[in-house]
Nanobody, 123 residues
């Protein structure tokens, strides 16, 4: 069982920055593909970004390219989401997700989820 705990959410004005962290336990971290999702009120959960176990492969939703960066520190069992130039439309609950992989690949669906952290961007 993989346990994920997010932190770093909060309220910020448009144009500001936040960094989310997701600490994982219960698995071999370098074997976990990781992703960040978000869900805004009344909308479906969407994939924001994801990374492979090594961190060498990363993908981003078009809406966040050039503004958000995913990274991971395999020594600290933690994945990060650096969010810059935040917009009001980035307001959502952000979820960290993980799943085990054999190969160093990106996943689009996950079995393990954090509890979520609220990000609110005001105009």
């Amino acid at each position: 069982q993989v346990h994920l705990v997010e932190s770093g959410g909060g309220a910020v004005q448009a144009g500001g920055s936040l960094r989310l962290s997701c600490a994982a336990s219960g698995g071999t971290f370098r074997s976990l593909a990781m992703g960040w999702f978000r869900q805004a009120p009344g909308k479906e959960r969407e994939l924001v970004t994801a990374t492979s176990g090594s961190g060498a492969k990363r993908i981003y939703a078009d809406s966040v390219k050039g503004r958000f960066t995913i990274s991971r520190d395999n020594a600290k069992n933690t994945v990060y989401l650096q969010m810059n130039s935040l917009k009001p439309e980035d307001t959502a609950v952000y979820f960290c997700a993980a799943d085990r992989t054999i190969a160093d690949v990106i996943l689009y669906s996950y079995n393990y989820w954090g509890q979520g952290t609220q990000v609110t961007v005001s105009s």
